[in-house]
């Protein structure tokens, strides 16, 4: 049986930024297996589970994380970085980074520098006047220019939080990590796989890890123009915002809104109807920003039916902070929906 607690320590820790997943895929295809089911790649990138062919129904829960790209290496040996996703420099702030070249990670730190000057030219100075934006930030490698060459490093590198700052902290009844977006979601929907274990998966369902979420949905939109399903499930997290306050509980979140889509009103009553059954009491979601694998791809016609459940945090693309019996209760929601489209 599997333990969502030990499962999502062993995702946080580790990396998979965008366009660089493989490893966070690795670990997932070992727990696909380990429950008795094959799986696939496709050319993406995406992790598949379930008929080839026609799927009338598609639950995603996406494999990358929020991070950085090297955008130029200077002289000095500091690095220029780009957001890949909605990473802000004030949810990461000063900290150990990891840069992933080839072959051999090499640390980091992320910087904006001294705070002891007056001076327009300091980082420092402009924060107090504006907003802290990634142009002011630098990573210090501590290796000059052609020794970053030497090893890989280059416009296109990613750089990820530093392993010892991808732990998963224990709250009371509460989790707190970098990263249960979507790392959470994919312990989720392996939680959903093991309980259909017994009695097979439906026909016509499949369930996809996705790539390049956190960068537009990129993953899903290649796989949902390709099959076309009626329905897609994305698991995500549930922010807990001014238009939605709750206190971060085990209770699902369904989002009926986001910045792309809209669920229908029917599929709202099927939610309803399978979590009464459940005696779950779900967190209702309109949310004015956002989107997930299921709202990108509904909005651009590559399914009929966006549905996105999700799981309640605090701090969302920080240190997000859930219920440790949040993805259990995702889990059994999924499937009983699954069992009601499928049936």
């Given at each position: 049986?599997?333990?969502?607690?030990?499962?999502?320590?062993?995702?946080?820790?580790?990396?998979?930024?965008?366009?660089?997943?493989?490893?966070?895929?690795?670990?997932?295809?070992?727990?696909?297996?380990?429950?008795?089911?094959?799986?696939?790649?496709?050319a993406k990138g995406n992790l598949l589970v379930g008929e080839e062919g026609p799927a009338?129904?598609?639950?995603?829960?996406?494999?990358?994380?929020?991070?950085?790209?090297?955008?130029?290496?200077?002289?000095?040996?500091?690095?220029?970085?780009?957001?890949?996703?909605?990473?802000?420099?004030?949810?990461?702030?000063?900290?150990?980074?990891?840069?992933?070249?080839?072959?051999?990670?090499?640390?980091?730190?992320?910087?904006?520098?001294?705070?002891?000057?007056?001076?327009?030219?300091?980082?420092?100075?402009?924060?107090?006047?504006?907003?802290?934006?990634?142009?002011?930030?630098?990573?210090?490698?501590?290796?000059?220019?052609?020794?970053?060459?030497?090893?890989?490093?280059?416009?296109?590198?990613?750089?990820?939080?530093?392993?010892?700052?991808?732990?998963?902290?224990?709250?009371?009844?509460?989790?707190?990590?970098?990263?249960?977006?979507?790392?959470?979601?994919?312990?989720?929907?392996?939680?959903?796989?093991?309980?259909?274990?017994?009695?097979?998966?439906?026909?016509?369902?499949?369930?996809?890890?996705?790539?390049?979420?956190?960068?537009?949905?990129?993953?899903?939109?290649?796989?949902?123009?390709?099959?076309?399903?009626?329905?897609?499930?994305?698991?995500?997290?549930?922010?807990?915002?001014?238009?939605?306050?709750?206190?971060?509980?085990?209770?699902?979140?369904?989002?009926?809104?986001?910045?792309?889509?809209?669920?229908?009103?029917?599929?709202?009553?099927?939610?309803?109807?399978?979590?009464?059954?459940?005696?779950?009491?779900?967190?209702?979601?309109?949310?004015?920003?956002?989107?997930?694998?299921?709202?990108?791809?509904?909005?651009?016609?590559?399914?009929?039916?966006?549905?996105?459940?999700?799981?309640?945090?605090?701090?969302?693309?920080?240190?997000?902070?859930?219920?440790?019996?949040?993805?259990?209760?995702?889990?059994?929601?999924?499937?009983?929906?699954?069992?009601?489209?499928?049936?």
């Amino acid at each position: 049986m599997l333990d969502s607690l030990e499962l999502l320590k062993e995702l946080v820790a580790i990396p998979g930024p965008p366009g660089q997943e493989g490893a966070v895929r690795d670990a997932v295809v070992a727990h696909v297996l380990a429950l008795g089911y094959s799986s696939r790649i496709d050319a993406k990138g995406n992790l598949l589970v379930g008929e080839e062919g026609p799927a009338r129904v598609v639950v995603t829960a996406h494999l990358d994380e929020i991070a950085l790209m090297v955008s130029q290496v200077q002289p000095d040996g500091c690095l220029i970085v780009t957001p890949l996703g909605g990473v802000y420099p004030w949810k990461w702030g000063e900290q150990p980074v990891e840069i992933l070249a080839s072959p051999t990670a090499i640390p980091g730190i992320l910087s904006f520098g001294c705070i002891h000057t007056n001076s327009p030219a300091s980082v420092a100075q402009q924060a107090r006047e504006g907003p802290l934006t990634w142009d002011m930030a630098y990573i210090f490698t501590g290796l000059r220019a052609d020794e970053l060459q030497a090893s890989g490093v280059r416009p296109g590198t990613r750089v990820v939080l530093a392993r010892d700052r991808r732990l998963v902290q224990e709250i009371g009844p509460y989790v707190a990590s970098y990263f249960i977006d979507d790392r959470a979601d994919l312990v989720a929907m392996l939680l959903t796989l093991e309980a259909l274990g017994a009695r097979g998966l439906p026909s016509g369902v499949i369930f996809a890890a996705t790539v390049y979420e956190e960068t537009g949905g990129e993953g899903a939109r290649y796989l949902l123009h390709e099959r076309r399903p009626d329905v897609c499930i994305a698991l995500e997290i549930g922010p807990s915002v001014p238009e939605s306050p709750f206190v971060p509980d085990p209770q699902p979140t369904i989002w009926v809104h986001d910045g792309y889509s809209t669920s229908t009103a029917s599929d709202l009553e099927l939610l309803d109807e399978c979590a009464r059954v459940l005696g779950q009491v779900p967190h209702w979601q309109a949310l004015s920003r956002g989107g997930s694998d299921a709202t990108c791809t509904a909005a651009l016609g590559l399914c009929a039916r966006p549905i996105t459940l999700g799981l309640p945090v605090e701090n969302s693309h920080g240190l997000e902070i859930m219920h440790r019996e949040a993805p259990a209760q995702l889990a059994r929601l999924l499937v009983a929906l699954i069992g009601r489209l499928a049936g």
